[in-house]
């Protein structure tokens, strides 16, 4: 069997010997970010809180906030605690909405993500003898690059594909004999799709075993499509380029949570409105404390990604603290006619109804002062579009569980398979047209 760990003596370390560590990297890299980043300067300043006043990790509560904005704000190199020729690397993040965010990284900073990145490998059944299938993009995005240096750090063969050309990638896939791939869990779904329109054994062409999705929001039902469909386990793993891209946290075989990567990176749950911290087990807002990062630091990082987090102890043995399953962001969240929703509600709801599969777009729109959602999905291949009294019934029946599920009555437009459009990248769930009104 392939070792469990990567880094044992770290990812078993005892909860007392780990608060020692952060205890002693945080006082550090406060006083790091204080005398090196003026942005920090400044807001300690604010609220006259010194360097010293910040004595353990049980402080990081006294420290402000630090934004998106701020980044955005100091573009491109006002965050950076370094000068330029210690970079070695840019990457900037996606940026759906308005400017680029910028992150620098030095080669420690490098190596430390590959180290994460190889840790999550591991967690996925990866060893120094795998063959590491990258479809996430290279380039500003972090997927690509980011894994790649990972399965290099473990040693296993990196196949950078990167994203697009599906029928090549399925072709490097059966000619490598990959047993390990990375992308979005969308994308997974797609590959899934055309090896079996081109009529792809899976176990017999196609010899995966495991396999890292993330950088979108997905649900436990869409796990077990991709393992099905697949015929590999799918872990969760998840980052960010202004953190470090994928590898913060990443969960293991038993599932019970991704484990957070907390020797470098510290989660906190907050309280999206109020922002008081709250304890393990209640949703509210990710905020992340890097602590060892060089190039660019944050310190208490609003992520706008709403999850819990658990120290339930895990039977892999490892000690971290772990992420429950990234619902969204508060960015994602709709607000139909007052009620919350996230779109990862509409897909678990749709992954348990038979007949129609994982391709959905949501429409929303405001008609005459009303809130109005529908939910186009894609019809299963074994159902026939002409049967127009059994597609009558499904829309009826899918209705009443949308509407019984998320607390809102929604429009169903159920089309032909293929009709919606496939993502090689993050999947575009909603299109919003209040925004635009
Ligand atoms: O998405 C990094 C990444 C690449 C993670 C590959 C995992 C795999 P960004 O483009 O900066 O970086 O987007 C970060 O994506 O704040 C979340 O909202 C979302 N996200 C990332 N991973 C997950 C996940 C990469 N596993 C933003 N579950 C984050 C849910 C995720 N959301």
Not at 36 to 42: A, F, H, I, N, Q
Not at 111 to 121: I, M, P, Q
Not at 168 to 194: G, H, M, N, V
Not at 211 to 220: C, H, N, P, Q, S
Request: hydrophobic share 35%; with cysteine.
């Amino acid at each position: 069997m392939a070792n469990r760990y990567f880094n044992k003596e770290i990812e078993t370390m005892s909860h007392s010997e780990k608060e020692v560590l952060q205890s002693e990297r945080l006082v550090k890299m406060v006083k790091y970010v204080y005398d090196r980043v003026k942005p920090y300067r400044e807001k300690m300043d604010a609220i006259k809180l010194k360097p010293s006043d910040i004595k353990s990790i049980k402080d990081i509560y006294k420290l402000p906030y630090t934004l998106k904005h701020d980044l955005r704000e100091n573009y491109p190199f006002g965050m950076m605690a370094v000068p330029r020729k210690d970079l070695v690397r840019l990457h900037a993040s996606s940026a759906t909405t308005g400017k680029l965010t910028v992150a620098g990284y030095t080669q420690k900073d490098i190596d430390v993500w590959a180290e994460c990145g190889a840790r999550s490998l591991v967690m996925a059944g990866a060893s120094e003898n795998s063959v590491v299938h990258i479809a996430y993009g290279y380039g500003l995005f972090t997927g690509g690059l980011g894994i790649h240096y990972a399965a290099e750090k473990l040693g296993a063969v990196a196949v950078p594909v990167s994203s697009g050309n599906t029928a090549r990638q399925i072709q490097l896939l059966k000619d490598f004999e990959a047993d390990i791939i990375c992308c979005t869990p969308s994308y997974a779904i797609y590959l899934a799709e055309q090896m079996q329109l081109m009529g792809i054994e899976i176990g017999k062409d196609i010899k995966l075993t495991g396999g890292l999705f993330g950088a979108e929001a997905w649900t436990d039902g869409m796990r077990k499509e991709i393992e099905q469909r697949l015929g590999l386990k799918a872990r969760d793993i998840y980052g960010l380029s202004e953190i470090a891209g994928p590898g913060v946290a990443c969960d293991c075989e038993f599932e019970t949570g991704l484990h957070f990567q907390d020797d470098h990176y510290f989660p906190e749950i907050v309280d999206k409105d109020t922002l008081e911290p709250i304890g393990y087990d209640a949703e509210g807002e990710l905020v992340i404390t890097t602590l060892t990062k060089e190039g660019m630091p944050l310190i208490r990082y609003r992520t706008r990604d709403i999850a819990s987090l658990s120290n339930a102890p895990c039977p892999c043995g490892r000690t971290s603290v772990k992420l429950n399953r990234v619902t969204g962001r508060s960015d994602d969240m709709l607000i139909i006619r007052g009620v919350n929703v996230f779109p990862s509600q509409v897909e678990s709801t749709l992954l348990e109804f038979e007949g129609v599969e994982p391709h959905y777009h949501i429409n929303v729109d405001r008609i005459n002062n009303l809130d109005t959602m529908e939910i186009v999905v894609e019809l299963s291949p074994s159902v026939k579009i002409d049967e127009v009294k059994t597609i009558e019934i499904m829309r009826k029946e899918l209705a009443a569980k949308i509407a019984s599920s998320i607390s809102v009555s929604a429009k169903i437009t159920l089309v032909s398979p293929g009709s919606i459009e496939r993502s090689e990248h993050k999947a575009k769930r909603v299109t919003d047209l209040r925004k635009l009104k």
